[in-house]
């Protein structure tokens, strides 16, 4: 299927940038960065090492469930640890079976020990239909005699 796409590429599309947080930080401020930044997930640094990740799920289902209070929870108390990684030459495939199977939207990429970034379900998804749609516009123009863009 998407063999050929790997996570690297995804990153290279989207920047390796990433939002980070200790995990001492309150459920309650790590929400605020997440708003602020519009994204789904941070990253829990500790002594620059990953240690886990905190999503909005983990928040949902180990916070408002449990009833527990935002500013009185930790992001160690919550989050996904240890954390599940792939390497940049990881495919888009082999990311939605982890992804599927993990029960995980996002994925820290790491290579050699080192953080590269971060791809979530909705990167991986977009990369595969800006892929399909260049493979339709190249179709569309070898059948009606045209080159390649």
Do not use: W
């Amino acid at each position: 299927m998407y063999t050929s796409i790997s996570v690297g590429q995804v990153l290279q599309s989207k920047g390796c940038c990433y939002h980070a947080i200790g995990p001492n930080t309150s459920a309650y401020d790590a929400l605020e960065i997440m708003a602020d930044k519009n994204i789904g997930a941070l990253l829990v640094m500790e002594n620059n090492t990953l240690v886990g990740v905190f999503s909005e799920r983990d928040y949902a289902r180990k916070v408002i469930l449990k009833g527990k209070s935002s500013k009185g929870s930790t992001v160690r108390e919550l989050m996904g640890s240890p954390p599940i990684c792939v390497d940049p030459k990881t495919s888009l495939t082999e990311c939605m079976v982890i992804m599927t199977k993990n029960h995980i939207r996002h994925l820290p990429v790491m290579d050699n020990g080192v953080l590269k970034g971060i791809v979530s379900i909705r990167d991986v998804v977009f990369k595969i239909i800006s892929d399909q749609e260049m493979v339709i516009e190249q179709l569309e123009n070898f059948i009606e005699g045209t080159e390649y863009k």
